[in-house]
Nanobody, 128 residues
Framework: VQLQASGGGSVQAGGSLRLSCVGS????????GGWFRQAPGKEREFVAA????????????YYTDNVKGRFTISRDIAKNTVYLQMNSLNPENTAVYYC??????????????????WGQGTQVTVSS
């Protein structure tokens, strides 16, 4: 699986961005997808994960606590894409955001050591 992330940019506090992660190959929809971020001087951390497509229009979804209610992860099977809609952004959300995928469950994706596939990062900068 190869991943291509896009959608980063610069916004003011309170603004929104939508990140996209396009996966190549027929197996992308059969693996869990997610997002991590790495702020300057900090370790890469989990943001959100969504389970693989299992034939039903419902998914298991996980978020890190400080984005709950503001960020929404989703996936479009037809487009082989996982999205991260980010609302009410604040300067603490400034980071390079990385898309990720793994054959394990979305719950397991919360552990960075479990991630098998990484996309390149996309920079998100939020100014006050």
């Amino acid at each position: 699986v190869q991943l291509q992330a896009s959608g980063g940019g610069s916004v003011q506090a309170g603004g929104s961005l939508r990140l996209s992660c396009v996966g190549s190959g027929r197996t992308f929809n059969a693996v869990s997808g997610g997002w991590f971020r790495q702020a300057p001087g900090k370790e890469r951390e989990f943001v959100a994960a969504i389970s693989r497509y299992g034939g039903l229009p419902s998914y298991s979804i996980y978020y890190t606590d400080n984005v709950k209610g503001r960020f929404t992860i989703s996936r479009d099977i037809a487009k082989n894409t996982v999205y991260l809609q980010m609302n009410s952004l604040n300067p603490e959300n400034t980071a390079v955001y990385y898309c990720a995928a793994d054959p394990r469950t979305a719950q397991d994706m919360r552990n960075i050591r479990n991630i098998q596939y990484w996309g390149q990062g996309t920079q998100v900068t939020v100014s006050s």
